[in-house]
């Protein structure tokens, strides 16, 4: 599989083993991969360009994305200080979905002019960001918000043994590089909780 069928974008672990796996499903993707592979390699400038239009077009997606998650939450931010968290989050992530979208284009065709429309949209994206944080409604200040009266405090559950191993087993199971896909804001957070999570890190941060 080339994802993780459980709804995450992650790889296998260990507990994928070879009796696990239908042998006609395998074959089947094997057989995709393969044809896959052969048109990378055999793509000629046509196919090429072809695939760095469509990998643009998902840039596209891909920041307007990122935005429209932080917009959501500055529409309910409880606070000044969530508040300037957001819009640092939101100016970090969309110029972090442009590099990543934009190496992705040049990987397949150098789309300069499209690179540059993609660019100018992400901007565009960070303004309606600070608009928004500019326009938030300052429930707070009004002391109408009611989690500006009481704030919860989080209390840690003890695990048993076997749980405390099962996750340790499972942070040892996560990927480097998924941990490090997780940083993309499109994935969310309780999955980049999930991956960074690894035992050095507190609950808080």
């Known amino acids: 599989m080339p994802h993780g069928g459980y709804g995450v974008l992650a790889h296998h672990n260990s507990h994928d083993t070879p009796d696990t796996v239908d042998p006609k499903s395998l074959r089947d993707m094997m057989v995709m991969n393969a044809a896959y592979t052969y048109f990378l390699a055999a793509a000629g400038p046509a196919e090429k360009r072809w695939m760095a239009e469509v990998t643009l077009t998902r840039g596209y997606q891909q920041v307007a994305a990122a935005a429209d998650k932080i917009l959501d939450q500055i529409a ?3 606070n000044a200080d969530r508040l300037a968290r957001l819009l640092y989050q939101g100016r970090e992530s969309i110029d972090y979905v442009l590099n990543r979208e934009s190496k992705a284009v ?8 499209g690179l540059a429309g993609l660019s100018a949209f992400a901007k565009q ?3 309606r960001i600070d608009q928004s944080a500019r326009n938030a409604p300052r429930r707070w200040e009004s002391g ?5 009266r009481r704030r919860a405090t989080p209390k840690r559950r003890k695990s048993s043994s076997a749980a405390s191993a099962w996750n340790h087993h499972a942070r040892q199971s996560a990927p480097r590089a998924a941990r490090k ?3 993309c804001v499109v994935l969310g957070v309780p999955v980049s909780a999930l991956y960074w999570c690894d ?4 609950l808080a941060e």
């Open 181 to 183: 896909l997780s940083r």
């Open 199 to 202: 035992g050095k890190r507190s």
């Open 106 to 113: 040049r990987a397949a065709w150098d789309l300069s002019g």
């Open 125 to 127: 994206q960070t303004e």
């Open 76 to 78: 309910v931010a409880e």
């Open 144 to 148: 109408t918000s009611p989690r500006s």
